[in-house]
């Protein structure tokens, strides 16, 4: 019996575990992922609890705390009081062998905090915040603005980290300052709303009807005996000759029911009665003409059985 061995095809630290991506596609999903966060719909469906939050994005000129009790005060004085619940009571046990390892409790996101050069020390109140996530601007990382790939992360921007932006990523007249060679994308939509432009009288003047095909015949074939319309367009008198069965079942019921009220009233009992008397009497006359033919062979029986030809005037 084997008691030590080591495990079958182990895992190899020299694995291909990352991927890699062009650093012009990197940017693009950190600028994707940036103006994600200021739309509320994208917010709320990754799942952050934001109804009190007074805008988007929220920029937060008060964030330079001294400590996390002050921070934690200005969080939920501006709304965002409502995800951290929510993230405080999503904590729990993870599913699976991986509670054994490194990762034993598995907590909901938060929001995330950006902030500048010259408001560091939000970095060191908010780390004993559960789910509350720091990053600097000039260090953007996409694992932190969409975790798991879902963009909408509700982020909140000191006021310095916000003015920042447009030096990070530059806008589509000036370059950016930090991205060498690199220019934000144009929209090509300057409307969004996809349903909105099509119902426009502008795009609907210019439609064709909406063509309808006339099918000749249907898709399978209907068995007339068990699909009324189909036995409709064969015969047409279908509808007629059933209503007329229907009636004559009516007719046929009703005349029943009176029969048996009929049968069921006080002179059909006292007929029944009398029909009754009458059958008793013939049974037992009938009973007696056997019994008196059978005495009479019984007698003829005891006297000698009668043969003919036996006497001379035969």
């Not at 046990?93 to 034993?104: E, Q």
Request: charged share 30%.
């Amino acid at each position: 019996m084997c008691r030590k061995a080591r495990m079958f095809a182990p895992l190899k630290i020299w694995r291909k575990w990352h991927a890699k991506v062009n650093v012009t596609q990197r940017r693009h999903a950190v600028a994707s992922a940036l103006a994600a966060s200021a739309c509320t719909p994208l917010v709320m469906a990754r799942g952050h609890h934001v109804d009190n939050v007074p805008e988007f994005p929220l920029v937060l000129d008060n964030l330079a705390a001294e400590n996390t009790k002050t921070l934690l005060a200005s969080l939920k004085n501006f709304g965002a009081g409502d995800d951290l619940c929510k993230v405080r009571k999503s904590k729990k046990l993870t599913t699976g062998v991986g509670k054994f390892r490194n990762s034993r409790y598995v907590m909901r996101k938060g929001p995330l905090i950006i902030y500048g050069n010259e408001s560091a020390g939000v970095k060191q109140a908010a780390r004993n915040l559960p789910g509350v996530d720091t990053c600097n601007v000039h260090r953007l990382n996409i694992l932190q603005l969409a975790p798991g790939g879902h963009l909408g992360r509700f982020i909140i921007f000191t006021k310095d980290a916000f003015k920042s932006l447009n030096t990070v990523f530059g806008t589509h007249k000036s370059p950016s300052h930090e991205k060498k060679g690199w220019t934000l994308n144009r929209p090509t939509m300057t409307c969004a709303d996809i349903a909105r432009i099509i119902n426009s009288d502008q795009v609907q003047s210019k439609l064709r009807e909406v063509r309808t095909n006339i099918r000749a015949h249907d898709k399978t074939k209907k068995n007339a005996l068990t699909n009324k319309a189909q036995m409709l367009k064969l015969n047409p008198w279908a509808k007629e000759k059933a209503a007329l069965l229907a009636k004559l079942d009516k007719e046929r019921s009703a005349k029943k029911a009176s029969v048996l009220k009929a049968k069921r009233s006080k002179a059909g009992k006292q007929d029944k009665s009398k029909r009754s008397t009458q059958y008793h009497k013939l049974q037992g006359d009938l009973a007696k003409s056997f019994k008196d033919a059978q005495d009479i062979l019984d007698e003829e029986d005891r006297q000698g059985n009668y043969v003919p030809g036996e006497t001379d005037s035969d």
